[in-house]
């Protein structure tokens, strides 16, 4: 792998939306001595409607002017 012969460690690709797992690998990550390139792959989709959700929570909270 390109990235590995440049000296870094490469961990991946993973699920950005499954926590768990997001989790777990970025643990690892923090115990690995040198640089390392974490892949993670998100549907732009999920992030917009996760957002939009937001959006209307804290509208609700704090209305827009």
Not at 20 to 25: A, G, M, N, P, S
């Amino acid at each position: 792998m390109l990235f590995e012969e440049l000296g870094f460690k490469y961990l991946g690709p993973i699920d950005g939306h499954n926590i768990e797992v997001l989790t777990d690998v970025l643990k690892r990550a923090q115990m690995i001595k040198g640089p390392v390139i974490v892949h993670v792959i998100t549907k732009k989709v999920r992030v917009i409607n996760m957002l939009k959700k937001i959006q209307k929570f804290f509208t609700v909270l704090m209305p827009l002017k």
